[in-house]
């Protein structure tokens, strides 16, 4: 590995807040050095020079793309037609709470938000 | 024991002709899953009572001679990324150890419509995130050519059950090679079919804008069977395709004489194993001789879709996978005495590392500082890409490649180095970035008896094209029925 490693032990706790991930000290170490092998290999992307190169968020947006309008409604699959016509009903009560690790019938249950 | 083999078409004689029913069928197949899979571990769940009632639904039709549905009485088994109303679907995760979903995948209840019999769910990489089904939760596949090795990632169990006669299809779902791969590895069909041609409604997310579901199967035919059953626009998945789904069946028989292949030099580099190298070779040959005309063309950027690939699959799983907090469903830490702590309690007890590895990589890349050196940079690469198969396909019909520069690796030979787990989708990745159809057949056996694939990629839309040439490779070698006679 390179010694200008990008990502270090401070990077990684960072991060892994961010992710909502606690890792233990081993896990650390070694995510430091997976992520810097990992982002030496993907910095060969800056070879390539991109600046009048349009980015690319999926490839829906190829096709549907009706330029006459604006925004998002340029695209057919802007419109959420699942929800729009009422296609996707709620689920009943019962079977949304099914799943839950703790719930009382009528909300999911969860420790305290706020400590004092 | 030889595996049976069975195809769509073999099953629906059968049982029009009254010779075996539904029931009898799947019957067989849960012996053979229970004599086999102990050894294979291609399942994570049997779906027997839901089998059951099917099959008997499809013997009632028969026997009062009403027409059966398309695929009737056939067996088929889904990778649990997808969900399925009343059955378990764990994604390969711990996290979602004891879920069982409120509702079915599109993709699933339309083979279910059509008469299919879903015998279980089918083990993988943990959220489809491997090369090697070695990131399972629950337990490694082992690939039924060759015990000792992987059958692929990370639809292993998918292309293990078809491989091993345990499932005439299945589904599985590619995000980077996750079909073409180990379809290539245990050396059965395999088809990504265009971005947003299969509704993604019920798939497990793992990077929305990559994500396809698709078929697993013996033959091309079996295929295009099974993709003219789950294509097509569905309204609740916004991002499928309004777009006319062909008879994909009907057209496996005009003559690919004429057809353009395209062979391109980025995808017989370094790293190439020479036997694989060999098969893809004689495979071009047949197809040359089957009267298509071999073009050379030109992917220039392909040797930056690796590193493309893992900024934008990584930072939509980051985004993704955030919904595994503890709270509506999935593994809750009881240790945890604040709700911050409960999410980080959770998610670090029941996510294994390569998907920790990845939520920290696409959240990384997200971060403020980073996004516009990673991950705009990787969107705009991903547009050059693009433009790379465009430009080949104004030359030619088809591209044909390798699936994967080796055959199936050890168990255990690249768990340790991530980087060069991810190689082995070198060949793959391309075509999920780019959102074209791609399917890998068999093309031939290594010295050790272990399959190659054929990679064929084609125009968005145009997976009619992809298995006509498919089908075509397919009847003229035999590969398929050589490598089966085979293997033990």
Known sequence: ?116 | MIPTHDTIESVNRQIAEGKTSASAIAESYFSTIDAKDGEIGAFLALSKERAVAKAAEIDQLAKAGKPLPPLAGIPVAIKDVMVTRGVRTTAGSRILENFVPPYDCTAVARLESAGAVILGKLNCDEFAMGSSNENSAYKPVKNPRDTSRVPGGSSGGAAAAVAAGMAVVTLGSDTGGSIRQPASFCGVVGMMPTYGRVSRYGLIAFASSLDHIGPLTNTVKDAALVLRTIAGRDPMDTTSADVPVPDYVAELDIPVRGLKVGIAKEYFGEGLDIEVRQAVERAVDELRSLGCEIVEVSLPHTEYAIPTYYIIATAEASSNLARYDGVRYGYRSRKARSLSEMYRRSRDDAFGAEVKRRIMLGTYVLSAGYYDAYYLKAQKVRTLLTRDFDEAFKKVDVIATPTSPTAAFRLGEKTDDPLAMYLADIYTVTADLAGIPGISIPCGMTKENLPIGLQLLGKHFDEATVLRVAHAYEQASGSRLQASRSSA
């Open chain 1, 1 to 116: 590995m390179s010694d200008t490693s990008k990502v270090t032990e401070q990077d990684v706790s960072y991060v892994s807040e961010l992710a909502n991930l606690e890792l233990t000290e081993q896990e650390r170490a070694r995510m430091v050095r997976d992520l810097n092998s990992i982002l030496d290999y993907i910095d060969r992307l800056n070879e390539l020079n991109t600046d009048s190169v349009p980015a690319m968020a999926q490839v829906s947006d190829r096709y549907g793309v009706d330029e006459s309008k604006q925004g998002s409604s340029r695209f057919a699959y802007a419109s959420r037609e699942d929800v729009k016509d009422g296609l996707r009903p709620s689920l009943p009560h019962e079977l949304a709470l099914q799943n839950a690790a703790d719930a009382d019938g009528a909300f999911f249950r969860v420790p305290k938000v706020i400590e004092k």
